[in-house]
C-alpha cells in the first residue's frame, strides 16, 4: 500500500545523490582543537632587520588554560622581541597567561609583560577562522589540504590537512611564512608546567616605552 511512496522517496534519494556529485559543498571553517602543541619552521622577515628562513620554534595552545606559548630558536626577526632587546639574535618566547602576554628572553633570564588582552595581544579563539573565505583544495603533493584566507590588513593564509584537519601553515603576508610539522601535532591539554611563569618574570616589569609593546598597549 505504501509502494507508491516508497518508490517516490528512492527516486527524490537517487536525484540527491546525482546532485551531490556535481556541487561539492565547501567544507566548513576550521576549528582548532581545545588544546594542541605542534612545532614549526618559520621565515620571517623584519624591515631593516633582515630576514632568515632558518627560524624553528614550538606553538602551545590550551583554550581551557587560556594559556598560549611560542617559543622561537630566535627573537631576530619577531617584531615584538625584537624591539625589547635591539635585534639580538636569542631565544625569545611569547606567553600569554592570565590575559597578559610576556616576552621572555630566557638565555638572558629577562622577561617583561609586552600588553594585555584587551589591547589586543591575548589568545586565538578555537573559532578564529570561523569567517575566513575558502580559497581552494591543493593537492600539489599527495596530502591534500584545505587553503583559507582570514582577512586582516593583509591576507592571512591558513593550510590544514583535508583529512586530519591538523594545521599545517600559517602564512601572514608578506612577511611571516610557519610551516608547522604535522607529525609532531599532540592534541590534548598542555602540561600547566608549560605555561609557569618563570621566576624573573613580574607583571609590573613592563616592556620598554621604545618597543612596539608600547605601541599595542
Ligand atoms: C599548491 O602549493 C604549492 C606549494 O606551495 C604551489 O606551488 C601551488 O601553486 C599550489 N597550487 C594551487 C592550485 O594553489
Ligand atoms: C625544519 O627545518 C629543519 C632545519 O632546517 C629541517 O631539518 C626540517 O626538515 C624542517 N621541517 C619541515 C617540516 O620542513
Not at 191 to 196: G, K, L, Q, R, Y
Request: one cysteine or more.
Amino acid at each position: 500500500m505504501y509502494g507508491y511512496q516508497v518508490i517516490f522517496l528512492l527516486i527524490i534519494a537517487i536525484l540527491n545523490s546525482d546532485y551531490s556529485l556535481f556541487i561539492a559543498a565547501d567544507p566548513t571553517p576550521p576549528v582548532w582543537p581545545v588544546a594542541f602543541q605542534e612545532t614549526f619552521n618559520e621565515t620571517s622577515t623584519l624591515p631593516v632587520v633582515g630576514t632568515s628562513s632558518n627560524i624553528q620554534g614550538t606553538y602551545y595552545y590550551d583554550y581551557e588554560q587560556k594559556s598560549v606559548r611560542i617559543d622561537r630558536t630566535t627573537g631576530k626577526y619577531d617584531r615584538y622581541c625584537s624591539s625589547v632587546k635591539y635585534f639580538q639574535d636569542t631565544p625569545c618566547t611569547h606567553l600569554v597567561v592570565n590575559g597578559l602576554r610576556y616576552l621572555v628572553f630566557p638565555k638572558l633570564n629577562s622577561c617583561c609583560m609586552c600588553c594585555t588582552a584587551e589591547d589586543g595581544c591575548g589568545m586565538l579563539k578555537p573559532d578564529w577562522l570561523s569567517d575566513a573565505t575558502f580559497i581552494g583544495y591543493n593537492t600539489t603533493t599527495p596530502v591534500k589540504y584545505q587553503v583559507w584566507d582570514k582577512k586582516g590588513l593583509q591576507d592571512n593564509f591558513y593550510w590544514q590537512v583535508d583529512a586530519t584537519q591538523i594545521p599545517y601553515i600559517i602564512d601572514q603576508q608578506p612577511n611571516d611564512l610557519m610551516i608547522f610539522d604535522v607529525t609532531s601535532f599532540k592534541k590534548g591539554s598542555i602540561d600547566p608546567s608549560i605555561f609557569a611563569l618563570p621566576s624573573y618574570c613580574s607583571k609590573d616589569h613592563k616592556c620598554p616605552l621604545l618597543s612596539v609593546c608600547t605601541i599595542a598597549r
